[in-house]
């Protein structure tokens, strides 16, 4: 009985070290390759590539919760410099359909018609000042974009080997749809209340 134990105490902790092993591999998230991707893809369709290059200096206390988070938890800032957007001709494609379709919805933002959750996703939030083709021309754009939007996140955890981080993706990718809104935009912010930026 005694030998059978010293024999089982070896083989218990290489199975422990395997199981950690395989734990440890499952955990990793590659946040900063999702929020590069996501920063690039939300300019690329709000078409605020100048405003993001001449963006001012961040002061210390300027970092957004999850800038914040990102630091801690992610890469250092040298290996953050050699990180890569996520991309492929799928999520290309959609890249480009919602941008196409940006410009469609771009003068209902505006009015505050249409704003966006904050699950990143659009409402029809108001149908003030339109008519019922209207309403109806809104409705079908924001259906499309939110389809697209929920294909995108799904393309991008996939593209980085994780569908089951979808979730992940898609909070990532909110965040930024609401951050880069134009000013006069209406975003609904974490707790529920819908704001005016």
């Not at 900063?32 to 991707?37: D, H, L, P, S």
């Not at 970092?63 to 890569?84: F, K």
């Not at 809104?138 to 593209?159: F, G, I, K, Y």
């Amino acid at each position: 009985m005694g030998k059978m134990h010293k024999m089982l105490k070896p083989l218990t902790f290489g199975l422990t070290l395997m199981l950690a092993a395989c734990v440890t591999v499952n955990i990793y998230f590659p946040a900063a390759e999702v929020q590069k991707t996501a920063e690039e893809i939300v300019s690329d369709v709000y078409g605020d590539k100048k405003q993001e290059q001449t963006k001012p200096e961040e002061k210390p206390g300027d970092a957004s919760s999850l800038e914040r988070i990102l630091n801690i938890i992610g890469p250092s800032p040298a290996m953050a410099q050699n990180v890569t957007a996520v991309s492929n001709a799928s999520i290309r494609a959609i890249k480009d359909r919602i941008t196409a379709r940006h410009q469609q919805l771009a003068p209902f933002y505006a009015r505050g018609n249409v704003g966006i959750a904050n699950n990143g996703m659009l409402v029809l939030r108001d149908q003030g000042g339109l008519s019922v083709p209207q309403v109806a021309q809104v409705r079908r754009l924001v259906n499309a974009d939110n389809a697209d939007r929920n294909r995108l996140n799904q393309e991008v955890a996939s593209a980085i080997k994780q569908p089951q981080n979808t979730a992940k993706v898609a909070g990532i990718f909110a965040d930024e749809w609401r951050n880069k809104a134009a000013r006069g935009w209406w975003i609904q912010q974490n707790n529920g209340a819908w704001v005016r930026k």
